[in-house]
């Protein structure tokens, strides 16, 4: 089964309004999360990232916010611009492997 | 600035015929990883490896074998392709024990008649 599920293929949001990506994951062992930005036929790049031991972690208009107990974890995107418009993934991984597991992603649009 | 090569960057196969996706990177990083993209499905991981001669199964690894020559390098085979194989492949490069910050190349375009 999927491991890490992002459960919404699309958003749209107002330019200037605060875009909210969400993902759930069913491994409790998970303690690295992620969110990668990827343009159409381009490669993606990480965004942000957190450890299981912190709950939020903020960069700039970027805050991922991590709730352990219900296994899931958010990328709020504040002041959204046409050019967040993108392809956005989250991942996670388990300390000790190599492996990262990601998403589905959801496509966000931010129109003008 | 990190660097990971993907060859070729498309490719058009027949059913049943040998393919093979290569990828160089020069960060020096020990882990290596083959995704393939398809849409609804994000990014599923078929091979990784923790340094040359390391071969792991990822999630999807059926139809699929890998090849880790050396800390630079890192092969995708398909032995017998399928049409269900047609994707976007990503080879990706991270370093430590966990995985942490991968950098992804350009990706290969296959397509399998």
Known sequence: GQQVKQSSPSLTVQEGGISILNCDYENDMFDYFAWYKKYPDNSP????????????REDGRLTVFLNKSGKHFSLHITASQPEDTAVYLCAAGQGGSAKLIFGEGTKLTVSS | EAAVTQSPRNKVAVTGG???LSCNQTNNHNN????RQDTGHGLRLIHYSYGAGSTEKGDIPDGYKASRPSQENFSLILELATPSQTSVYFCASGQGASAETLYFGSGTRLTVL
């Open chain 2, 32 to 35: 290596m990883y083959w995704y």
């Open chain 1, 45 to 56: 790049t990480l965004l942000i990232s957190v450890r299981s031991n912190v709950d939020k």
């Open chain 2, 18 to 20: 040998k393919v093979t």
